[in-house]
């Protein structure tokens, strides 16, 4: 390899959907691409981290309180109605797609809270933002 370690992984996907589909992994487009692939890689890479101190960043978004159609319909307004064919209303696709942006918290605390009692998470630390 060029590199022997890693310092920081910076982990960011914003992929919002317009159908609902499944990927050949059987696991809906938007956690996967948004999410999933963000703890594959982040586990993949786990011995190249440096062993006295790495950052894994995971962009989040504030998209992650998109809990309710009155939320969504209130940030977008009127343009909201271009995504209602996802799940059959515009409140499904956001939610979903917040449901991915809050998953990257969980992922960046649960990598905190790792790094305390596994010694393969020792040394990095984990942050989440919105860009």
């Not at 703890?39 to 960043?57: C, Q």
């Not at 696709?93 to 809050?102: A, E, L, M, P, R």
């Amino acid at each position: 390899a060029k590199y022997s370690r890693l310092d920081i992984l910076l982990n960011n996907a914003g992929y919002v959907a317009t159908k609902f589909k499944l990927t050949d992994d059987g696991l809906e487009g938007m956690i996967q691409t948004n999410h999933y692939s963000h703890v594959l890689l982040t586990t993949l890479l786990l011995d190249t981290f440096n062993k006295e101190e790495a950052r894994v960043i995971n962009v989040s978004s504030v998209g992650h309180t998109f809990i309710n159609e009155e939320k969504i319909r209130k940030e977008f307004g009127r343009d909201a109605e271009q995504f209602a064919d996802y799940f059959g209303s515009v409140s499904d696709q956001f939610i979903s797609y917040g449901n991915t942006k809050i998953a990257n918290i969980y992922y960046s605390q649960y990598l905190a809270e790792k790094s305390k009692t596994d010694d393969k998470y020792k040394n990095i630390l984990s942050y989440s933002l919105h860009p």
